[in-house]
């Protein structure tokens, strides 16, 4: 693998749980970018969100991508407004590939469930948060991604498969 494998998304879209897969099956690393801030902040997401607010956060994600990409190739897990900074994007772009994990509203809502640890969803109504939080972003999503999987019906199996199969006729 001579580039990176960039997976954006919202939360509960997959990135976490097919990264690894994928990687197993490319015979390359897994890395995480949220688990990078988490151990430049020393802190939990959540806590780093609720001391310092959402630009710090932001400011620790685009450091944690920077990082990533001066590293060498692998596949890459992003937190969800990821793309909700051009420097991200560009950063992503410059270096590897980036595939856009999409999920329904509904199926978002399943797999996050209540939402704990998750600052943007904390109050009621996740499914709304999320369609919310959803529309928003769904333009960059798509102007940043050279790949779109809906992985409503699929399995992280099914996903890895198909991203694999993608990647080695790229």
């Known amino acids: 693998m001579d580039r990176h494998l960039w997976l954006i998304g919202m939360m509960g879209s997959g990135k976490s749980v097919v990264g ?3 990687a197993y099956r490319l015979g ?9 801030v988490v151990a430049q902040a020393g802190l939990p997401l959540d806590e780093l969100w609720e001391r310092d607010g959402e630009a710090a956060f932001r400011q620790e994600e685009t450091a944690a991508v920077a990082a990533v990409a001066g590293g060498p190739a692998t ?7 990821v793309v909700v900074d051009p420097a991200n994007v560009a950063a992503m772009s410059a270096c590897g590939a980036v595939v856009w994990l999409r999920a329904s509203p509904e199926t978002l809502s399943a ?18 948060r ?25 399995t992280a199996e099914d ?9 080695n006729e790229s």
């Open 159 to 167: 996903i890895a498969v198909q991203i694999e199969a993608w990647w």
């Open 75 to 81: 596949v890459i897990a992003t937190g969800g407004g």
């Open 111 to 128: 797999r996050v469930g209540d939402g704990s640890g998750r600052p943007l969803l904390a109050g009621d109504e996740p499914v709304r």
């Open 28 to 36: 390359t690393s897994f890395v995480d970018t949220d688990a990078v």
């Open 130 to 154: 999320l369609r919310s939080i959803l529309d928003e972003r769904s333009d960059s999503y798509e102007a940043a991604a050279d790949l779109i999987i809906d992985t409503d019906d699929l």
């Open 20 to 22: 690894p897969l994928l």
